[in-house]
């Protein structure tokens, strides 16, 4: 664990504030859910909470199902990282941090459908884009995002049909994180 040399006191409902330093290094804002962990030592951990990241294994199958239907790569992120990726090699995007982009388009939880022109950077320090990127979504809060992967050899834009496919694995993962 890293010290951070920053002490806070317990006040008398058992509150803690978490330092504005630490919780903008780990993008820890108003309404994040966080996971409460107590270690072999006694320690407590705190961790931001993921349903999609919980959901990796499915998010996996789900991204193989649809790259092979629609013979193009996919990508699952959650908040905060790529937690599932097919059709194009793992290295490429698979625990990256999502880019600036995709942060963006996650926060205004819209879904994200390329004019054969624009894409969206889907992961910090890589090459790949999304041409169509669909939310997932749990009672109306964003998880994540399920996105098509622009191969290096594609033509702009993506058919209806897999479109129709990836906002389908987008929703239903989003009612797997409300199981």
């Known amino acids: 664990m890293k ?5 806070r006191r317990m006040d008398d409902l058992g509150r803690v504030v978490i330092p504005k330093e630490i919780r903008r290094t780990m993008k820890i804002s108003e309404g994040t859910p966080l996971e409460i962990f107590i270690d072999k030592d006694g320690g407590i951990i705190f961790r ?3 349903p999609v990241g919980e959901l990796s294994e ?9 790259s092979a239907l629609c013979g193009a790569g996919v990508a699952v992120s959650d908040r905060d990282r790529i937690v599932a990726s097919a059709g194009i090699p793992k290295k490429d995007l ?7 982009q995709l942060e963006e388009l996650m926060r205004k939880k819209k ?6 022109e624009d894409t969206v950077l889907a992961a910090d320090g890589g090459l790949r884009t999304a041409d ?3 939310p997932i ?3 109306g809060d964003i998880c994540g995002m399920f996105l098509l992967i622009k191969g290096e050899d594609d033509r702009p834009g993506e058919s209806e049909e897999n479109l129709r496919l990836a906002k389908l694995a987008a929703s239903y993962l989003g009612r797997e994180t409300a199981q």
Not at 111 to 116: E, T, V
């Open 3 to 7: 010290a951070t040399g920053i002490v």
């Open 48 to 50: 931001k909470y993921s």
């Open 58 to 66: 499915s998010a996996q199958h789900m991204s193989e199902c649809v």
């Open 94 to 100: 698979l625990d990256k941090p999502v880019s600036k």
């Open 111 to 116: 879904p994200f459908i390329s004019s054969g």
């Open 132 to 134: 169509a990127a669909f």
């Open 137 to 139: 979504l749990n009672q």
